[in-house]
């Protein structure tokens, strides 16, 4: 009975600690596992679950991830060795077939797969080496292979996709998805929170959320939420980022390069910046702090440059409309919510056109990307608000042959230029730094001067944080929110001066310490419960002593004591003497 006691105290403490859960806030979440699809091999790998054979570190370094090295063999042919020992998350071992299965099956079924290599013939040479031969050809293979589209996979029986993050897709739905650590990533999973990924639906309902303490990491913020949410117990991280903020124009609809022109000069990106409260204003598609940045122009709107343009193309000013053969001049302006700040830059950006002249019908699509998608698809936009890293990968070719070169995946202006088609060419064939820089700025000025897209801005993005995930660092955009270094912590103030520690040791520190306290209470319950026993018995026999007493001095004063005692045998001897004695 005593052991189980002390069972039953342990057991009720043990089950009353959670396990560790952190909530994760964002505007976006993938819309499925098939990596094939659409971007979801992106926000896999941005949610932790999926990984590339190479990837971009904190540092912006290419590094292998699941490969450990590649080797050039011929101009079009690459091998790629893979690490020994990795795993998928079902504990299957990484092997050149699945590598090279994965990568066959993405270069065919996702257009951005294609954008770099063009068609791809991948093969296993033996467990650990892939051959991978291509149709067009790259001098940085290792930084292709960082591509978000190029995420790892392996199929099981039932055709569920795996994959070797440090998390793993526990249930999904359409607006959170579960994740648990990944028991065979490494030795740390043991220190990881299961996280629940939420799906806001716009910036202010996510500042909302992290205001009232119900997510740790809220990614990304609206600059407007972020006074109230600077007070005890949160706080906000503001970086610059490798994404920007662009105005795609549909080549079909806005044909006249002069009406494009005049568009791109009357957008004053300054005072977008102004709105956004942080960003750097430019018209490059790199950021100033890469090699390839191209930019120096002025950053304020032009009214006078853009309504020359706009006369020259016809578009004469009549009532404060521009009109052509009795017709007005109108723009489709689009922007999806999931980036606040396009959200932020369409008013902004319609008053500018509208000052010109040009009619504006703004269209703000929902969270649901498939009515964005439709848009596109249908090209019912004139302008068409995105967000876009330009340097996933720390090479410019990704972007400029995706969104630019003529059979591009996202070629969301539609332009078509043998021109910049031949430049995008070299930019593949161009192995030394300095010979990449020029043939990606003879390509970029090829591309702006067509003005298929209107960069604006490179913004700054913020990422509101519990008092939990005080120590997360964001890096690489959003591309990476969810990593293997994502540790909660909280204050320990066991000790002289309090410290930051990790919450798992925290809270393995606080069940030890409830163990202990369970099984000291269950051991002095023992104890307490012998005291009494012993009390309890002590006092039975007191009073039974004390009753028996009683009844003797009853029964002496009856006469009838309960105890006589018995002859002496010498008296009955001397008593038979006596008797002979006076009997003849």
Same mark, same amino acid.
């Given at each position: 009975?005593?052991?189980?006691?002390?069972?039953?105290?342990?057991?009720?403490?043990?089950?009353?600690?959670?396990?560790?859960?952190?909530?994760?806030?964002?505007?976006?979440?993938?819309?499925?596992?098939?990596?094939?699809?659409?971007?979801?091999?992106? !926000?896999?790998?941005?949610?932790?679950?999926?990984?590339?054979?190479?990837?971009?570190?904190?540092?912006?370094?290419?590094?292998?991830?699941?490969?450990?090295?590649?080797? @050039?063999?011929?101009?079009? %042919?690459?091998?790629?060795?893979?690490?020994?020992?990795? *795993?998928?998350?079902?504990?299957?071992?990484?092997?050149?077939?699945?590598?090279?299965?994965?990568?066959?099956?993405?270069?065919?079924?996702?257009?951005?797969?294609?954008?770099?290599?063009?068609?791809?013939?991948?093969?296993? %040479?033996?467990?650990?080496?892939?051959?991978?031969?291509?149709?067009?050809?790259?001098? &940085?293979?290792?930084?292709?292979? !960082? #591509?978000?589209?190029?995420?790892?996979?392996?199929? $099981?029986?039932?055709?569920?996709?795996?994959?070797?993050?440090?998390?793993?897709? #526990?249930?999904?739905?359409?607006?959170?998805?579960?994740?648990?650590?990944?028991?065979?990533?490494?030795?740390?999973?043991?220190?990881?929170?299961?996280?629940?990924?939420?799906?806001?639906?716009?910036?202010?309902?996510?500042?909302? !959320?992290?205001?009232?303490?119900?997510?740790?990491?809220?990614?990304?913020?609206?600059?407007?939420?972020?006074?109230?949410?600077? *007070?005890?117990?949160?706080?906000?991280?503001?970086?610059?980022?490798?994404?920007?903020?662009?105005?795609?124009?549909?080549?079909?609809?806005?044909?006249?390069?002069?009406?494009?022109?005049?568009?791109?000069?009357?957008?004053?990106?300054?005072?977008?910046?102004?709105?956004?409260?942080?960003?750097?204003?430019?018209?490059?598609?790199?950021?100033?702090?890469?090699?390839?940045?191209?930019?120096?122009?002025?950053?304020?709107?032009?009214?006078?440059?853009?309504?020359?343009?706009?006369?020259?193309?016809?578009?004469?000013?009549?009532?404060?409309?521009?009109?052509?053969?009795?017709?007005?001049?109108?723009?489709?302006?689009?922007?999806?919510?999931?980036?606040?700040?396009? &959200?932020?830059?369409?008013?902004?950006?319609?008053?500018?056109?509208?000052?010109?002249?040009?009619?504006?019908?703004? %269209?703000?699509?929902?969270?649901?990307?498939?009515?964005?998608?439709?848009?596109?698809?249908?090209?019912?936009?004139?302008?068409?608000?995105?967000?876009?890293?330009?340097?996933?990968?720390?090479?410019?070719?990704?972007?400029?042959?995706?969104?630019?070169?003529?059979?591009?995946?996202?070629?969301?202006?539609?332009? @078509?230029?043998?021109?910049?088609?031949?430049?995008?060419?070299?930019?593949?064939?161009?192995?030394?730094?300095?010979?990449?820089?020029?043939?990606?700025?003879?390509?970029?000025?090829?591309?702006?001067?067509?003005?298929?897209?209107?960069?604006?801005?490179?913004?700054?993005?913020?990422?509101?944080?519990?008092?939990?995930?005080?120590?997360? *660092?964001?890096?690489?955009?959003?591309?990476?929110?969810?990593?293997?270094?994502?540790?909660?912590?909280?204050? $320990?103030?066991?000790?002289? *001066?309090?410290?930051? &520690?990790?919450?798992?040791?925290?809270?393995?520190?606080?069940?030890?310490?409830?163990?202990?306290?369970?099984?000291?209470?269950?051991? $002095?319950? #023992?104890?307490?419960?012998?005291?009494?026993?012993?009390?309890?018995?002590?006092?039975?026999?007191?009073?039974?002593?004390?009753?028996?007493?009683?009844?003797?001095?009853?029964?002496?004063?009856?006469? @009838?004591?309960?105890?006589?005692?018995?002859?002496?045998?010498?008296?009955?001897?001397?008593?038979?003497?006596?008797?002979?004695?006076?009997?003849?």
């Amino acid at each position: 009975m005593i052991p189980m006691m002390r069972l039953s105290a342990v057991l009720a403490v043990s089950s009353s600690v959670a396990a560790m859960t952190l909530t994760v806030g964002q505007t976006f979440i993938t819309s499925g596992t098939d990596p094939t699809s659409g971007s979801n091999g992106w !926000a896999l790998t941005s949610h932790g679950v999926s990984e590339k054979l190479f990837t971009v570190n904190k540092d912006d370094e290419i590094v292998g991830q699941i490969a450990d090295s590649v080797a @050039k063999k011929s101009e079009k %042919v690459w091998e790629v060795t893979l690490k020994s020992g990795y *795993k998928f998350s079902d504990g299957t071992a990484v092997d050149a077939e699945h590598v090279a299965k994965c990568l066959t099956e993405l270069n065919k079924e996702n257009s951005a797969a294609t954008s770099s290599l063009g068609d791809m013939t991948v093969t296993a %040479v033996d467990s650990l080496k892939v051959r991978i031969e291509s149709t067009r050809v790259t001098h &940085v293979m290792d930084a292709v292979l !960082a #591509e978000w589209v190029f995420a790892i996979y392996r199929k $099981d029986a039932a055709g569920n996709f795996i994959f070797t993050g440090p998390y793993v897709i #526990e249930s999904i739905a359409d607006d959170h998805i579960d994740l648990t650590p990944n028991t065979f990533y490494d030795a740390e999973h043991t220190e990881r929170a299961k996280i629940a990924l939420k799906k806001f639906a716009d910036g202010d309902a996510l500042a909302d !959320a992290l205001e009232n303490n119900q997510v740790d990491i809220a990614f990304h913020l609206p600059i407007h939420a972020l006074p109230k949410l600077r *007070k005890e117990g949160l706080r906000v991280k503001s970086f610059e980022v490798g994404y920007h903020y662009m105005a795609f124009h549909n080549m079909d609809t806005l044909q006249d390069v002069r009406v494009r022109q005049a568009i791109d000069k009357i957008i004053n990106r300054v005072a977008l910046s102004q709105a956004l409260a942080g960003g750097n204003p430019t018209r490059s598609l790199f950021p100033d702090f890469s090699p390839y940045f191209l930019d120096g122009t002025n950053m304020h709107g032009d009214d006078a440059g853009a309504g020359a343009l706009l006369d020259a193309a016809g578009w004469v000013l009549q009532n404060g409309k521009r009109v052509k053969d009795g017709d007005e001049l109108t723009v489709r302006l689009v922007a999806y919510p999931h980036r606040p700040g396009l &959200v932020i830059m369409q008013p902004v950006i319609a008053q500018q056109l509208e000052a010109l002249g040009i009619t504006v019908t703004t %269209v703000l699509t929902t969270m649901d990307w498939s009515t964005t998608q439709k848009i596109i698809d249908d090209r019912s936009f004139d302008l068409l608000l995105w967000a876009q890293h330009t340097l996933p990968a720390g090479d410019p070719l990704w972007f400029l042959s995706n969104f630019f070169r003529s059979d591009g995946g996202n070629n969301h202006g539609n332009l @078509k230029s043998a021109t910049v088609d031949g430049l995008l060419d070299q930019v593949s064939v161009a192995e030394e730094h300095s010979a990449r820089v020029a043939a990606t700025e003879a390509a970029h000025k090829a591309i702006l001067a067509e003005v298929p897209v209107s960069n604006l801005v490179t913004p700054f993005w913020h990422v509101g944080l519990s008092d939990r995930m005080a120590d997360y *660092k964001p890096f690489g955009s959003d591309y990476y929110v969810i990593r293997s270094d994502l540790r909660c912590t909280s204050w $320990d103030y066991s000790g002289e *001066k309090p410290k930051r &520690v990790l919450c798992g040791t925290m809270e393995k520190a606080i069940e030890k310490k409830a163990k202990e306290e369970a099984e000291k209470a269950a051991d $002095d319950d #023992e104890l307490k419960g012998g005291y009494i026993a012993l009390i309890v018995i002590a006092g039975v026999v007191a009073l039974g002593a004390l009753a028996f007493i009683g009844y003797m001095v009853s029964r002496e004063k009856q006469g @009838k004591p309960l105890y006589e005692p018995a002859p002496n045998p010498l008296d009955q001897v001397k008593e038979m003497d006596n008797k002979r004695t006076v009997d003849p």
